[in-house]
């Protein structure tokens, strides 16, 4: 890969293809070493910012017998000249090609990413269908958030590892020392069903069969061979004080999106809201102990060099003892200049003090999500916010110095009225008072709000899985009626892009047909969707004609709470009976409350959870 050094200085960050950072794992591969290629499907200052990669990077390194290595999306220009000169993607550890090793790992983080997944096995010489790799090809294997309805993507896949992977993918390099070394007719189909029956939430998208309708839509989805599970249970850890954290994390050697420690407290979520999908899908909560916490971050402090440690979870003002976790680590740093951040705070928990402690000197800015704007919409996505909420917190913000705060909303939630836009202008306005009301009727000096709106995506495995998008018609409207109700120079809005938002809707809830339609998108040119300058709305529309999908009935349709889904063989360990509690509930404007206080009867604590809430 020498070649590869003679116009690194033509590119834009040519640091993004080097490696050599501080902390770099490298070992010296023999016959019996199995490689293996974590890939981000994005660049890589996305992707060394995500915590997934440095975690299981870090796991499968623990592995004697593994030397895991990073891969990412390279960029336009970086690509032109691979391809001008024939260079396939690398690792950046030992610059080793994707196709020369065993497995090549994508971490699925968001639908908008799939054809970079394409693009990145396309430029490696890579076969993209299952059905076309031989068995000297790299197994390829999908895991993450996404994964939960991989069948979009299932044709391209070796084999999907749902859940969470600190256990699982150990389990499955197991299997695969046996078959390392060997080759001969078949070896691989042989291993991918030995994973399929043996490997808990291992899915092996060959070894399943989809049925259709006369009409064109999905029925039905089972397995094609005998032992092979009809659902796969997805795997969580269960202790999390002792499965692997790493204790000494890679510092890039460029600017990326977070440079900083991310400490994870606990995983899961007990809030309930219905339009996540993360809330679901990562039951039941489970929490490391502050004692580990202060280890951890003792050893990264000293590992890394960083000055910023990240307390990170889906609602991480919810840690039991958030409260103490934060004194120590700010009687313990205090004099190391370290500064602490809370990513995601919540108005019925907030405090100034606790504001404080995360942005000491610093009165940046508070961002909340409110995500509706009335009182009635808030009930029906089960949020448990109030407007008083807001304006009693913004209230005592703007009494401690701070002068900037983001909100957060969703629009086209389901059941969504112009009374509801009404009420996020309203919110806005209401902050403004707020501040007027502390600061004597005038506002503070470079005051500002910013309303922030996205587009309502039905998820997989929610409660408003079943729901419709807005269409485009209808959601550009509501952008422009909210654009004109929020105009003041002390408020700033920003939306989503409806066209973005719609193809992510199709992808989420798509079936195994999309596979021919994303492909046919990708040779288009489709790559980078969710960057804007790349996005191609009209290249995406072509392909869906081309293979015969309709993605308006996939997004905008109305879906019936007993027709099958293409996930439904995917065991997420919350019921289908809860999901459609929580769908009437909805409709009814009703809310249900914190599982951690009273059990909701989600069914996660019947098997996978059993011991744990």
Same mark, same amino acid.
Not at 532 to 560: C, Q, S, T
């Given at each position: ?166 256990? /699982? ?7 695969? /020392? ?72 890679? !510092? ?55 000055? $910023?440690?990240?307390?990170? /979870? ?123 009301? !502390? ?9 500002? !709000? ?53 193809? $992510? ?76 509690? $929580? ?31």
């Amino acid at each position: 890969m020498k070649e590869i050094y003679s116009f690194l200085g033509e590119v834009e960050k040519p640091g993004r293809y080097i490696g050599n950072e501080l902390n770099i794992i490298r070992k010296q591969p023999d016959e019996n070493m199995i490689r293996y290629g974590f890939v981000f499907p994005d660049v890589y200052e996305i992707g060394m910012s995500h915590l997934g990669l440095h975690i299981l990077h870090g796991a499968l390194n623990e592995l004697e017998n593994v030397w895991c290595e990073r891969a990412f999306a390279v960029g336009a220009d970086m690509e032109e000249k691979m391809r001008e000169k024939s260079i396939p993607v690398f690792t950046l550890e030992s610059k080793t090609p994707l196709k020369d090793l065993d497995f090549v790992g994508f971490t699925l983080q968001y639908e908008m990413s799939y054809t970079n997944i394409l693009n990145i096995m396309d430029l490696s010489g890579i076969p993209l269908f299952f059905k076309e790799r031989g068995e000297e090809d790299p197994i390829i294997m999908f895991g993450g958030p996404c994964a939960y309805n991989v069948e979009p993507i299932a044709d391209f896949a070796d084999i999907v590892m749902i859940g969470e992977g600190e256990e /699982s993918l150990p389990e499955v390099m197991n299997i695969y /020392s046996k078959y390392k070394g060997k080759s001969y007719p078949g070896m691989k189909n042989e291993f991918l069903l030995e994973v399929a029956i043996n490997v808990k939430g291992a899915y092996v998208p060959s070894l399943y069969r989809a049925e259709y309708d006369k009409a064109g839509k999905f029925s039905s989805i089972a397995p094609t061979h005998e032992g092979v599970p009809e659902k796969i249970q997805k795997r969580i850890i269960r202790k999390m004080d002792e499965v692997y954290f790493p204790e000494k994390i890679l !510092v890039p050697n460029i600017d990326v999106v977070h440079s900083r420690i991310m400490l994870e407290l606990f995983r899961g979520c007990t809030r309930g809201c219905r339009f996540c999908q993360a809330g679901i899908v990562y039951r039941p909560i489970r929490e490391r102990s502050k004692e580990k916490l202060l280890e951890i971050a003792e050893k990264l402090i000293r590992a890394t060099g960083y000055e $910023e440690v990240s307390l990170t /979870s889906l609602s991480s003002s919810d840690y039991s003892k958030i409260e103490e976790l934060l004194d120590e680590l700010d009687e313990k740093y205090t004099c190391e200049n370290l500064s602490l951040s809370l990513p995601s705070l919540r108005l019925d928990n907030f405090s100034i003090e606790m504001a404080e402690k995360v942005q000491k000197g610093r009165r940046s800015g508070l961002t909340f999500a409110p995500e509706a704007g009335t009182q009635r919409l808030r009930d029906v996505i089960n949020k448990g916010v109030t407007k008083e909420d807001l304006i009693r917190t913004s209230k005592k913000a703007f009494e401690s110095g701070w002068s900037n705060l983001k909100l957060y909303f969703m629009t086209g939630l389901p059941t969504e009225t112009y009374e509801d836009l009404d009420g996020i202008v309203d919110l806005a306005y209401s902050v403004l008072n707020a501040n007027r009301e !502390v600061n004597d009727g005038k506002l503070s000096p470079r005051f500002n !709000v910013t309303v922030s709106t996205s587009v309502f995506v039905p998820k997989p495995n929610t409660p408003f899985q079943w729901f419709s998008q807005d269409s485009q018609e209808t959601m550009k409207e509501k952008q422009q009626y909210l654009k004109a109700k929020l105009r003041h120079k002390n408020i700033s809005y920003d939306y989503h892009d409806y066209d973005l938002s719609f193809l $992510e809707a199709v992808i989420a809830r798509g079936d195994r047909r999309l596979s021919a339609a994303i492909h046919s998108a990708f040779r288009k040119g489709c790559k980078f969707d969710s960057w804007g300058e790349h996005f191609r709305y009209d290249l995406w529309m072509e392909a869906f004609e081309e293979n015969g999908i309709d993605p308006f009935e996939i997004a905008n349709g109305e879906w019936k709470i007993d027709q099958p889904l293409p996930w439904d063989h995917i065991d997420t360990g919350v019921s289908k009976a809860f999901l459609v509690r $929580e769908w009437n509930e909805a409709l009814e404007e009703n809310t249900t409350g914190d599982c951690r206080e009273n059990c909701l009867g989600c069914s996660i604590n019947t098997d996978i959870g059993k011991g744990l809430c």
